[in-house]
């Protein structure tokens, strides 16, 4: 067996581990594993990836076998620990190169993959029964585990790979036949395809791949795909890179390079990512660039793009990067040689950018320490449902740790919720943000349209408001009023100069409703006994640490900050509320205020 360290330094390290925690970068001082200069290969980080791989196969270890008598419809988390333990197996540095015990314990976790496998390949995933798409998430982990098992062909471990590729040909033949659900489902599918085709070639799986393409990949001119998510984004440049370097399809790479420059500017400094103007689930979750990592990791050794190579700096930075990256990469690494080099070029971005993405009506802006964004661009009418943009938040605001998770706009005209503008106009350095609402009453129907039972059509009102078997669409609308709200954003250096315009029917409530990160210290606004702020007059302040972020002036014309969401989620109890400090200035219509943010 060999080792790249002794046995006594292995267990020193892994015991810093606790309950299958992985070992940080504090393991590597010294110049414990020196990186020689020109090297083919980056061997302080494959040495990180061995050790921290290792770790996570002795958690595995640790754990009681699988109970297959126990129903079970999620399989990545198996599927992903047979990839680790493949990878510890096969690799000759690895302390578990060729442990029976881990091949064992592999053996088992496959066997219950191959039960649960239908007939026609597929297996469940949640509510997703026998999903193709779902499947083909699992392939991502079992193709390379197959692949790294080949590496040496090794004798001991036959059963093994004939195992992984009765499951994975099973699995193929959903592939080639199965339909998606979503926009990435298509990719996700064709980058199994592409990784199966390179285990055991079949040109059935490279027509299947073909069909397809010929839909073209949905990019715009933003860099951003349909889905506009960065959970999903991340999945379809993996997805790409996938399919480029095995079908040798360089053209795919121009794409993942168009939208890792787009990532590269919805990245906060920290690593938080802005998904408020995302299609997906992701438009009101919290998350970061770290699984980006093997994409601009790929493609800054295959670009040489400095901006790559410094968001691949920033991702080996975050604190999640161990648990996250190191812990379950290596498999990954090891089939893919790119991933393996060093990166040639040093990591350079600027710190001061203005960047308006049309097609998605979202602006990014960066001035130093003090990051700006501006959102205006949902789909209409709003829906609550997945694949559809309704992220109410029109402003973020950031300088270091002081942070303004998001503005919004809310009036009780009609109970129809929150501002959502259609779309932006930009004007050298303002932004119009601008949505007019339409409140409508109806008349009777006429004689044609009547029933004697009174059992009319279940239809939605006009407004989008409620449904009711009225009709609507063979009645007249009447007493039509409408609101026009105009926000105005004028940027300078980082510092925004704000101008509120409500107009239409009078003595409507006005709410602008400021969320700052929870924790953060509130001075200059009143509290009420719920703990929310109300701006009065002159000016406020947030702290986080050393960093403040100044606004206002307020205003206080009414306290009434309950319901500001619409209808749709109101009728059901629900609210788009987070956790954080709210600061709110209020008013009636006719509604004109100003303010600077700062």
């Known amino acids: 067996m060999k080792h790249q360290m002794s046995r006594g330094e292995f267990l020193r390290l892994g015991s810093l581990s606790l309950a299958g925690a992985l070992v940080s970068d504090i393991a590597f001082a010294n110049d414990f594993f020196s990186n020689s200069s020109g090297a083919k290969e980056d061997t302080l980080l494959m040495k990180k990836l061995i050790l921290n791989n290792d770790a996570k196969v002795k958690s595995l270890l640790d754990k009681a076998p699988i109970d297959s008598a126990i129903r079970t419809n999620s399989f990545r988390s198996i599927a992903g620990s047979i990839s680790v333990m493949a990878a510890s197996i096969s690799n000759s540095a690895s302390e578990y190169y060729k442990s029976r015990l881990v091949a064992d314990k592999m053996d088992q976790s496959i066997d219950v993959l191959l039960k649960k496998q239908y007939p026609d390949g597929t297996l469940d995933a949640g509510g997703n029964m026998q999903s193709p798409p779902d499947t083909a998430f699992i392939l991502e982990y079992m193709c390379p585990a197959a692949t790294v098992l080949n590496l040496e062909k090794q004798k001991d471990f036959e059963a093994l790979r004939a195992k992984l590729k009765k499951f994975i040909l099973n699995a193929g033949e959903a592939m080639i036949t199965g339909g998606v659900h979503t926009p990435n489902h298509r990719w996700v599918i064709c980058a199994a395809l592409a990784n199966i085709n390179s285990l055991y070639p079949d040109s059935r799986y490279i027509q299947r791949i073909n069909e397809w393409l010929a839909e073209g990949i949905d990019i715009n001119e933003d860099g951003d795909y349909s889905e506009r998510s960065g959970v999903y984004s991340a999945v379809i440049d993996k997805a790409l890179i996938t399919m480029a370097r095995l079908l040798h399809k360089p053209e795919l790479l121009e794409i993942v390079s168009k939208n890792l420059t787009a990532c590269y500017y919805h990245t906060e400094t920290n690593g938080d990512l802005v998904t408020v103007n995302s299609k997906r689930q992701d438009q009101f979750m919290n998350l970061t660039v770290i699984k980006f990592y093997q994409q601009y990791r790929y493609m800054a050794v295959h670009t040489n ?15 999640a990067f161990t648990a996250e990256v190191l812990s379950d990469s290596l498999v990954f690494f090891m089939e893919n040689e790119e991933l393996r080099k060093p990166i040639s070029v040093e990591g350079k971005t600027a710190n001061d950018f203005e960047k308006f993405f049309a097609v998605s009506n979202l602006a990014r802006i960066r001035r130093g320490k003090t990051s700006v964004t501006l959102f205006g661009g949902n789909d209409k009418p709003i829906m609550v449902v997945s694949g559809r943009s309704s992220n109410p938040n029109f402003l973020m605001y950031r300088k270091g740790d002081a942070i303004l998770k998001y ?28 949505e007019t609402k339409e409140g409508d009453y109806y008349q009777p129907l006429a004689k044609e349209f009547l029933k004697a039972d009174g059992d009319y059509k279940l239809s939605e009102s006009p407004d989008d408001r409620f449904w009711n078997k009225m009709d609507f669409d063979s009645r007249t609308k009447s007493n039509v009023k409408k609101q026009v709200t105009v926000i105005e954003i004028t940027e300078n250096n980082g510092a925004l100069n704000l101008d509120f315009k409500v107009d239409g029917p009078p003595n409507v409530e006005v709410t602008i409703e400021m969320c700052f990160k929870e924790g953060s210290s509130i001075a200059g606004a009143v509290a009420d006994e719920k703990n929310n702020y109300f701006l009065k007059s ?9 960093d403040a972020i100044q606004f206002g002036p307020g205003k206080c014309e009414h306290l009434n900050v309950e319901n500001l969401d619409s209808e749709e989620y109101t009728y059901h109890q629900g609210s788009l509320r987070t956790s954080g400090e709210y600061v709110y200035i209020t008013g009636f219509t006719p509604f004109h205020h100003k303010m600077t943010i700062s």
Do not use: H
């Not at 793009?305 to 604190?319: G, H, R």
């Open 407 to 434: 503005m919004r706009l809310s009036s009780s005209f009609f109970r129809l919720g929150y501002f959502s503008s259609d779309g932006i106009v930009k004007e050298g350095n303002k932004y119009i943000l601008k």
């Open 538 to 546: 002159e000016m406020g302040s947030l702290s986080a640490g050393t």
């Open 305 to 319: 793009n400095p901006v790559f190579a410094q968001m691949v700096n920033l991702i080996e930075n975050l604190p």
